[in-house]
């Protein structure tokens, strides 16, 4: 009997997980909590290359959105005992299927004032909005080194708004309300390529948006109702190409990325009084870099940094003009905190600052300071 066991023991101990290892997961269920705060500042409008102090404008926007996620990894992901958590699904190169649901609500609300030698305009504004959105994702791993990577997304916003504009001293007065519906759906196609534990990756995005607005106008005076149909469709192009670095034993993750994008609309008016609308286009370029430190096997801490500008050009089909410029700045900063090997709290926080010119190029425009501050508080389960 000692003999078999001293047989027996060495292959016991062959036989169970490395230490600190835990048996592989194939499941991940997450739930995830946003808050969005946009603030428009006070605009600088120049008429022909003098400031002019006789406009105020100010808007607050506020977002809220709860979503789910589920994504389900093709032969498990083995936990080492060495690699940190967060890094496990990236390090095991499984393929993967993950789908998303989103739903949330925002509430808009501004006040613009112009106010000249003979009159004052003032216009206050408000609007309440739903969102849904659904995606489905994947990746699929056709060897080591090689994935291809798909998924599809559709979303659905309604608003309903409400205006009032009042002339002084006249008195004239109209109401106003409005009715928006929109519906997106994009497409995404890439493939990525791991150099070592290093990767590389290009994706193209081709989406397409319907956006509808009906307006009822009622002036005071006795004037009949104006009733309009705003019909905008949109297309959607855009390639981006990203880099990872996995450095320091994996202890620190590098991300960078860089975009391209191009949108082009086509707008119809319909009221008694017009037909065709406008054409429109925009050039978007966006490039970010992340960093990501793990402390401890539990804990991953990071930052990053985007610029963004956006280039916008409206007008007849035959000659598209300038209409604006736009530059966002964006820091944000993100923890996740594995409170066991399976379970994790996250939390997100960014702010971005805006600046936007309308028309670009000229003596006469109107520049406007937007800050958009958002926290998102998550949780998820490995199994």
């Given at each position: 009997?000692?003999?078999?066991?001293?047989?027996?023991?060495?292959?016991?101990?062959?036989?169970?997980?490395?230490?600190?290892?835990?048996?592989?997961?194939?499941?991940?269920?997450?739930?995830?909590?946003?808050?969005?705060?946009?603030?428009?500042?006070?605009?600088?409008?120049?008429?022909?290359?003098?400031?002019?102090?006789?406009?105020?404008?100010s808007a607050d926007e506020k977002a809220r959105t709860l979503e789910v996620a589920a994504t389900r990894?093709?032969?498990?992901?083995?936990?080492?005992?060495?690699?940190?958590?967060?890094?496990?699904?990236?390090?095991?190169?499984?393929?993967?299927?993950?789908?998303?649901?989103?739903?949330?609500?925002?509430?808009?609300?501004?006040?613009?004032?112009?106010?000249?030698?003979?009159?004052?305009?003032?216009?206050?504004?408000?609007?309440?909005?739903?969102?849904?959105?659904?995606?489905l994702s994947g990746e699929w791993f056709i060897g080591r080194g090689i994935a291809l990577r798909g998924?599809?997304?559709?979303?659905?916003?309604?608003?309903?708004?409400?205006?009032?504009?009042?002339?002084?001293?006249?008195?004239?007065?109209?109401?106003?309300?409005?009715?928006?519906?929109?519906?997106?759906?994009?497409?995404?196609?890439?493939?990525?390529?791991?150099?070592?534990?290093?990767?590389?990756?290009?994706?193209?995005?081709?989406?397409?948006?319907?956006?509808?607005?009906?307006?009822?106008?009622?002036?005071?005076?006795?004037?009949?109702?104006?009733?309009?149909?705003?019909?905008?469709?949109?297309?959607?192009?855009?390639?981006?190409?990203?880099?990872?670095?996995?450095?320091?034993?994996?202890?620190?993750?590098?991300?960078?990325?860089?975009?391209?994008?191009?949108?082009?609309?086509?707008?119809?008016?319909?009221?008694?009084?017009?037909?065709?609308?406008?054409?429109?286009?925009?050039?978007?370029?966006?490039?970010?870099?992340?960093?990501?430190?793990?402390?401890?096997?539990?804990?991953?801490?990071?930052?990053?940094?985007?610029?963004?500008?956006?280039?916008?050009?409206?007008?007849?089909?035959?000659?598209?003009?300038?209409?604006?410029?736009?530059?966002?700045?964006?820091?944000?900063?993100?923890?996740?905190?594995?409170?066991?090997?399976?379970?994790?709290?996250?939390?997100?926080?960014?702010?971005?600052?805006?600046?936007?010119?309308?028309?670009?190029?000229?003596?006469?425009?109107?520049?406007?300071?937007?800050?958009?501050?958002?926290?998102?508080?998550?949780?998820?389960?490995?199994?």
């Amino acid at each position: 009997m000692p003999r078999r066991a001293g047989i027996l023991a060495p292959l016991l101990l062959l036989a169970l997980p490395a230490a600190g290892a835990e048996p592989s997961f194939r499941t991940e269920l997450s739930i995830g909590a946003s808050w969005e705060s946009i603030e428009t500042h006070r605009p600088l409008v120049v008429l022909g290359g003098t400031p002019s102090a006789g406009y105020d404008y100010s808007a607050d926007e506020k977002a809220r959105t709860l979503e789910v996620a589920a994504t389900r990894w093709f032969g498990g992901v083995t936990d080492d005992g060495a690699t940190p958590l967060a890094l496990l699904p990236y390090v095991a190169r499984a393929s993967r299927v993950s789908a998303r649901v989103a739903a949330g609500g925002t509430s808009r609300d501004s006040f613009g004032r112009s106010s000249g030698q003979l009159a004052t305009y003032e216009v206050w504004y408000a609007g309440d909005a739903s969102l849904r959105e659904a995606q489905l994702s994947g990746e699929w791993f056709i060897g080591r080194g090689i994935a291809l990577r798909g998924g599809l997304e559709h979303g659905r916003e309604r608003e309903t708004a409400a205006s009032t504009s009042l002339e002084s001293p006249s008195g004239r007065a109209e109401v106003a309300t409005a009715t928006t519906r929109t519906k997106v759906t994009s497409g995404t196609l890439g493939a990525s390529l791991r150099l070592g534990e290093h990767e590389v990756s290009i994706s193209g995005v081709y989406g397409a948006s319907d956006r509808s607005r009906e307006d009822a106008t009622v002036f005071t005076g006795g004037s009949l109702p104006l009733f309009s149909r705003l019909t905008t469709d949109g297309l959607t192009r855009r390639g981006r190409v990203a880099a990872r670095l996995l450095l320091l034993r994996r202890r620190l993750a590098v991300d960078l990325s860089g975009e391209y994008a191009l949108a082009t609309s086509s707008s119809d008016l319909d009221t008694t009084l017009s037909g065709p609308y406008a054409k429109g286009r925009t050039i978007g370029r966006r490039a970010t870099l992340e960093a990501t430190w793990y402390p401890t096997r539990r804990l991953e801490v990071g930052a990053g940094l985007a610029y963004e500008t956006r280039d916008a050009s409206s007008g007849s089909a035959r000659a598209l003009r300038p209409s604006s410029e736009e530059t966002t700045r964006t820091l944000g900063f993100a923890a996740r905190w594995f409170a066991t090997e399976r379970a994790a709290v996250t939390f997100d926080a960014s702010r971005s600052e805006a600046e936007s010119i309308s028309p670009p190029g000229g003596s006469t425009y109107q520049r406007f300071d937007e800050t958009t501050t958002r926290l998102v508080l998550g949780a998820a389960v490995r199994f």
